[in-house]
């Protein structure tokens, strides 16, 4: 049976558990340019080694366009890659109010498109995918390969964007609610803790309170070139999540570059912008993720390398999804917070960071200072 709207509510992440972030809500306004939303989870599996990453998307979900269409991708058991389409945008279906959101295929056509209990939610969907707040679940299988995975996990949020227990903030600034920059992003949940398992091709992962991460984006345009830091997984530090990203992003009609780095610590949130702090960043096409912020009270420095290949992935283009981004998740990472007078507040490190570039061109170093 399908779960009514009283039960989808009361279980999500609302103010009688930690706040939702702005931005959880589905972004479509039913027009018709070009659009796409995606939604990225992560679970992180410290005693393997191993981290999963799931992003789901929409494009044109009007549909009858080039590109209209849904898919699941998956960097899956050591980098490897699963994705799947879901070209009918009928069966997609996500809330604007909260963090829920599902797609599948299904023989049975007349039933509506909707969170569904866990159990009911395997016997029914043939394949597919459902995600809140709380939970995500689904499975996809390549019909050349036969690779597959199945996964359903639970999800507690820790913390969202902001200090923990206070009004979320929008990762973007409270310009994030105009028409004024697009593409929109959002980190939804920082850090949290998963419980369930993940099947990847029969090797069965069962895991209990292991670091969990979410984040989304949307929009009409899409950046021309961009990287990305992300960890909640450190050796020393269980209540530690660091998130950094710069890129070169449209504003009515010019561009410009623009980064942050923010870090949940010990129930603070400590976020270095182009507003409140000096940025700077020097990012390889490959190998090599450094960055820098300094303000009146703090100074971060955060470092990530990998020798690891990486994997490349599908995002959003005007062309529909490309591989234009290349992965890790099984990055080095180290960071050290200081304070004004020079004390070290935080040094951590971690073998188990997501590292990511994306766009073009990456034919030499990317460097900005402000």
């Not at 639970?154 to 206070?166: E, L, Q, S």
């Not at 997501?354 to 990456?362: D, K, N």
Request: with cysteine.
């Amino acid at each position: 049976m399908e779960i009514d709207t009283c039960f989808l509510l009361k279980n999500l992440w609302n103010a009688n558990q930690l706040q939702q972030t702005p931005h959880s809500g589905y972004h479509w306004d039913g027009s018709l340019r070009r659009f796409f939303e995606g939604w990225y989870y992560r679970v992180t599996l410290p005693q393997s080694g191993q981290s999963f990453a799931f992003m789901y998307s929409i494009d044109d979900p009007l549909g009858g366009k080039p590109h209209s269409g849904g898919a699941a991708q998956i960097l899956g058991e050591n980098e490897d890659y699963l994705y799947r389409i879901f070209p009918d945008v009928k069966t997609f279906w996500a809330d604007e109010q909260q963090l829920a959101l599902c797609h599948w295929k299904q023989e049975d056509v007349n039933r509506k498109t909707q969170i569904l209990e866990p159990i009911i939610f395997q016997e029914i969907v043939k394949e597919g995918y459902q995600a809140t707040a709380t939970l995500n679940q689904g499975y996809i299988q390549d019909p050349v390969t036969n690779n597959y995975c199945r996964w359903c996990y639970d999800i507690t949020p820790i913390d969202g964007w902001g200090n923990r227990f206070y009004p979320q903030e929008a990762t973007a600034g409270w310009l994030s609610f105009l028409p004024i920059f697009d593409p929109g992003w959002q980190v939804l949940m920082a850090h949290g803790w998963a419980t369930g398992y993940i099947d990847w091709n029969g090797q069965k992962y069962e895991f209990e309170k292991v670091p969990a991460y979410s984040e989304k984006n949307w929009g009409h345009s899409f950046p021309t070139k961009w990287f990305w830091i992300n960890c909640n997984s450190f050796e020393q530090e269980s209540d530690l999540s660091l998130t950094a990203a710069g890129g070169i992003r449209q504003v009515f009609n010019w561009q410009e570059s623009v980064g942050i780095i923010a870090l949940h610590y010990q129930e603070k949130f400590y976020q270095f912008t182009r507003e409140n702090s000096q940025l700077s960043w020097q990012i390889k096409p490959w190998g090599s993720w450094v960055m820098q912020g300094k303000n009146n009270n703090f100074v971060v420095k955060i470092e990530g390398k990998t020798k690891e290949l990486g994997t490349y992935v599908r995002v959003p283009t005007a062309d529909g999804l490309q591989f234009l981004c290349r992965d890790t998740v099984q990055g080095n990472l180290t960071i050290e917070l200081q304070n004004n007078e020079g004390n070290i507040l935080l040094k951590a490190n971690s073998s188990l960071a997501g590292l990511e570039i994306g766009g073009s061109p990456w034919d030499q170093d990317w460097i900005y200072k402000k």
